[in-house]
């Protein structure tokens, strides 16, 4: 995606870009029906990072993935 820097936002100008992550994950499900979460966790006792630190998502996409 390219940057707009034309107006800054915050600290973002032409010297300071924004990077954004893209990920995606392909399952297979396994029953009818599922449940969702986002967590930056290591597991389920363990925080991934400092406590207390924001975490930013744009959107949540999801698409069936057809087999042959």
Not at 7 to 34: C, E, I
Not at 43 to 60: C, K, R
Request: hydrophobic letters at 40%; a negative charge.
């Amino acid at each position: 995606m390219p940057n707009n820097y034309a107006h800054g936002l915050g600290p973002f100008d032409a010297q300071n870009k924004a990077w954004m992550n893209y990920h995606y994950r392909v399952f297979r499900a396994q029953t009818s029906t599922a449940h969702l979460s986002l967590a930056d966790w290591a597991d389920l006792t363990q925080p991934g990072g400092p406590i207390s630190q924001e975490l930013m998502v744009n959107f949540v996409e999801l698409q069936p993935y057809l087999e042959d």
